[in-house]
């Protein structure tokens, strides 16, 4: 079983949209036996409420169902039960390492790292723009995700 965890600010827009990304991947490569995956944010804004209307919008336009997601706080539990802890962002990336037990900050990783062939390093914020960010960054997600599943099949498949 591989583990993966996406992590952002609030688990409202960027890190549900990643989740909802690869386990559809997953779902159409028949894998979904093989991983358990979730997603979480470095600060409680936004326990137990559902993923920003425009996320799920953007998902939805895909054929991406994350309605049923909820905001969870990312702990360092996590960082030491999932394989892959993936920030969206360095500030998000910072604090998972601060709050990483000794010898398992090497599990988080910025998530745009398996993105190749994207510049981008980072997943912005779309949370206080308009509807094309949420687009964008689904753009990005998508790109992350397909090379994050070549990476696991390649190494732990």
């Known amino acids: ?33 093989l991983f358990e995956i979730d997603s979480a944010g470095t600060h409680a804004y936004h326990l137990e409420e559902p993923p920003d209307e425009r996320a799920m919008a953007a998902c939805e336009r895909r054929g991406i169902d994350i309605s049923g997601r909820r905001g969870r706080k ?3 539990a996590d960082i030491q039960k999932f394989d892959y802890v993936l920030a969206m962002d360095r500030e998000n990336y910072e604090h998972l390492l601060a709050i990483s037990a000794p010898g398992y900050e090497v599990r988080v990783r910025l998530l745009m790292e398996f993105a190749a062939d994207r510049p981008e390093e980072e997943v912005p914020d779309p949370y206080f723009g308009g509807a094309s960010g949420f687009d964008r960054v689904l753009d990005m997600i998508e790109a992350a995700a397909r090379g ?10």
Do not use: Q, Y
Request: charged share 35%.
């Open 1 to 33: 079983m591989v583990r993966v965890l996406f992590v952002c600010l609030g688990n409202i827009c960027r890190s549900p949209t990643a989740e909802g990304v690869f386990r559809k991947l997953v779902r159409e490569e028949k894998l979904e036996h």
């Open 74 to 76: 990312a702990t360092a």
């Open 148 to 157: 994050l599943l070549d990476d696991i099949r390649r190494t732990r498949l």
